[in-house]
């Protein structure tokens, strides 16, 4: 229909006026009804995709809904006291993924929240000392603001009893000698402004000025095994072993503490320097076998790898001959806003302290890693549950570096730890990373 048939139809003729006067019908009244005229089929309109569908064998067939067309209603109108209409601003566009985090995005992948991160290391390895530094280095602002919400009582005792151990009695915690319940806890942190913002590459104007929250939560699964366990030649080990394989394949991200001092203790000039012998990969090697014919079984491997992340911990860098050793290799700076001194590149370390012991184990433990997980899967970090001692009055002492000081066959600390590089690895297993 073109405009003047429009033009035409709006304006009642002299028949048509006749015929309402008279209550007569116009003989053509039936060819008012909208006839369907032979063409090509409509479009089709938008896919509707149902929140929920039964999909059982009994489920009962829907009948299609025929809805009349109707006319929309007119707006009303908008008095002038009427709050203001909000502003659409640049902010509530969808974020566009910045180059530089591709790369973190894969070791984020199944550890959002709902995930579990399982500790693994060997006896001695300074998993449970970690744990309770962890409690206290959510604090540290550089992070952002983290709290730490336990899910059930015992999770809430577990973690006290080695903070006040670790922070008020100022002492090591005891070497877990006994498979604990899991410890459940969600860490809910705000990163905005910090380094760890995903949106800190991208900034947008905004009319107020203030950083908007950039709230994240996930949580964490945490089960500390004894060290012993992770040996499965050892008795103990023959019978947790399956349990923690399990619980290693059930998991979707791994911090592996790796016990750097044993190196000088077992391949040292001096080693061994005790009874234990065993040496990194005896903790390592036959535990990942075991995970990947696991995930093998469950037919959930990624391609010819592991589908996990995975965070290799260099522990213990505050002792004496690790320190010393990275020094030696250039590989230490202090930083500039706590004064400790911190590894510059942990995977040229862990690298170095290979190379340093050529006919130890930790070239085994390199390969393995590279060898199972995805590249862009695997962190390297070099952490310090105790920190270092630094000197109010002259800041920090390259000779008098340890914070650790041995009394009467005791060990306690100088002063409160200050981590070192402990809370990186749960935020790389959650997809951050530092940025610029």
């Known amino acids: 229909m073109n405009d003047q048939d429009e033009t035409k139809d709006a304006q009642p003729q002299n028949g048509a006026r006749r015929r309402a006067e008279t209550g007569k019908k116009s003989p053509y009244a039936v060819f008012d009804q909208p006839v369907a005229l032979p063409g090509p089929p409509a479009a089709p309109g938008p896919a509707v995709f149902p929140v929920q569908e039964d999909t059982g064998a009994d489920a009962v067939e829907q009948q299609p809904v025929h809805l009349q067309r109707t006319v929309p209603a007119p707006r009303p109108e908008r008095s002038r006291d009427a709050a203001p209409r ?50 206290r280095a959510v604090l540290d602002p550089q992070y952002g603001a983290w709290n730490v919400f336990p899910e059930d009582h015992v999770s809430k005792q577990y973690l006290n009893d080695l903070a006040h151990t670790f922070y ?6 005891s070497a877990t000698q006994e498979v604990q319940r899991p410890i459940q806890l969600t860490l809910v942190g705000d990163v905005s402004g910090t380094p760890y913002s995903t949106k800190g590459a991208r900034r947008r104007w905004r009319r107020s000025g203030t950083v908007p929250p950039e709230v994240l939560e996930f949580r964490v699964t945490l089960r500390d095994m004894p060290g012993e366990a992770f040996d499965l030649r050892t008795d103990m080990g023959a019978l947790l072993g399956p349990k923690l394989i399990a619980d290693l394949a059930d998991s979707r991200g ?65 002792d004496e001959e690790v320190f010393r050793f990275a020094c ?81 066959n005791k060990v306690r600390f100088a002063a409160p730890p200050r981590p070192v590089n402990v809370m990186e690895p749960f935020l790389f297993l959650r997809g951050l990373s530092q940025r610029g």
């Open 86 to 135: 909000p502003e659409r601003t640049r902010d509530a566009e969808p974020p566009v993924a910045a180059p530089e985090d591709a790369a973190v995005a894969a070791a984020a992948e199944g550890t959002a929240a709902g995930s579990s991160i399982t500790l693994w290391g060997g006896i001695g390895s300074g998993k449970s000392t970690l744990l309770a530094a962890l409690t």
């Open 328 to 408: 030696e290799t250039a590989n230490v700076r202090l930083n500039p806003r706590t004064g400790q001194p911190e590894a510059i590149d942990a995977k040229q370390l862990f690298d170095d302290l290979c190379d340093r012991f050529p006919h130890g184990s930790l070239g085994e433990v390199r390969t393995q890693i590279e060898r199972y997980f995805v590249p862009e899967r695997v962190g390297y970090f070099v952490c310090s549950a105790v920190g270092f001692w630094v000197n109010p009055e002259h800041g920090f002492d390259f000779d008098n570096p340890s914070l650790v000081n041995p009394v009467e």
């Open 168 to 173: 008020r009695e100022r002492v090591f915690p």
């Open 254 to 318: 791994m911090v592996y503490v790796l016990d750097a001092a044993r190196e000088w203790r077992v391949n040292g000039e001096n080693g061994p320097v005790d009874d234990d012998e065993r040496q990194s990969a005896d903790f390592f090697t036959e535990v990942l076998d075991g995970v990947a014919t696991e995930v093998a079984i469950r037919k959930r491997r990624d391609g010819h790898r592991l589908p996990h992340s995975i965070a290799v911990c260099l522990a213990k860098f505050d």
